[in-house]
């Protein structure tokens, strides 16, 4: 499970065990991903889609995907 939250105009994933400061970055495509940029676990990219209710992260042999409730 992910919370997602913002906190003094700052989105912040909170994911149990760690938790990270995201960035948006608009992608060629038109997507928008959030990118984790807490130190010690920054870079991790998930993509936004089905009208912002779900994120996706991928890895090289992996797709997780979170729903919002």
Same mark, same amino acid.
């Given at each position: ?18 938790r990270s400061e995201v @960035? ?12 984790? +940029? @807490? ?5 991790? $990219? ?13 890895? @090289?042999?992996? $797709?997780?995907?979170? +729903? @919002?409730?």
């Amino acid at each position: 499970d992910i919370d997602v939250r913002r906190e003094g105009g700052r989105t912040v994933f909170d994911f149990g065990e760690f938790r990270s400061e995201v @960035a948006t970055r608009k992608n060629p495509d038109g997507s928008i991903s959030f990118l984790t +940029i @807490a130190p010690g676990i920054s870079g991790f $990219e998930f993509v936004v889609s089905d009208g912002g209710k779900r994120l996706t992260i991928r890895d @090289a042999q992996h $797709e997780y995907v979170f +729903i @919002a409730s």
